[in-house]
């Protein structure tokens, strides 16, 4: 069971960027996943981004590719997400996520069992 907390939500203009953080305590799997995901008040959970801790292989959704990087050095350091060219429908709140990693991290809600509270991201003029 880990302990999730994001941060580096912002209100930014379109084009703009931003570097969320999501910082980690408790305890993991050897290999896990961790991921982004975002949600819009009244709609479904969206996932963004995934990494594994095994191989460091990263998986985007395609509304995401090319514009936003996730990362993680090692299992010590924070999980980020870099987001460059900001559009207004990226406005949504993002989570963080950790689940269990079994040769794949999807982007799948029902994949995740440890959640963040939040962080705000707003895009507008």
């Known amino acids: 069971q880990m302990q999730l907390m994001e941060s580096g939500g912002d209100s930014v203009q379109p084009g703009g960027s931003l570097t969320l953080s999501c910082a980690s305590s408790?305890?993991?799997?050897?290999?896990?996943?961790m991921a982004w995901f975002r949600q819009v008040p009244g709609k479904e959970r969206e996932g963004v981004a995934s990494?594994?801790?095994?191989?460091?292989?990263?998986n985007y959704a395609f509304s995401a590719r090319g514009r936003f990087t996730i990362s993680k050095e090692n299992a010590k350091t924070p999980l980020y997400l870099r987001m460059n060219n900001l559009k207004p429908e990226d406005t949504s709140i993002y989570y963080c996520?950790?689940?269990?990693?079994?040769?794949?991290?999807?982007?799948?809600?029902?994949?995740?069992?440890?959640w963040g509270q939040g962080t705000q991201v707003t895009v507008s003029s």
């Open positions: 990494i594994n801790s095994k191989y460091y292989n990263t």
């Open positions: 408790g305890i993991t799997y050897r290999n896990y996943c």
């Open positions: 996520a950790h689940g269990p990693y079994d040769g794949i991290c999807p982007l799948a809600a029902t994949h995740y069992a440890d």
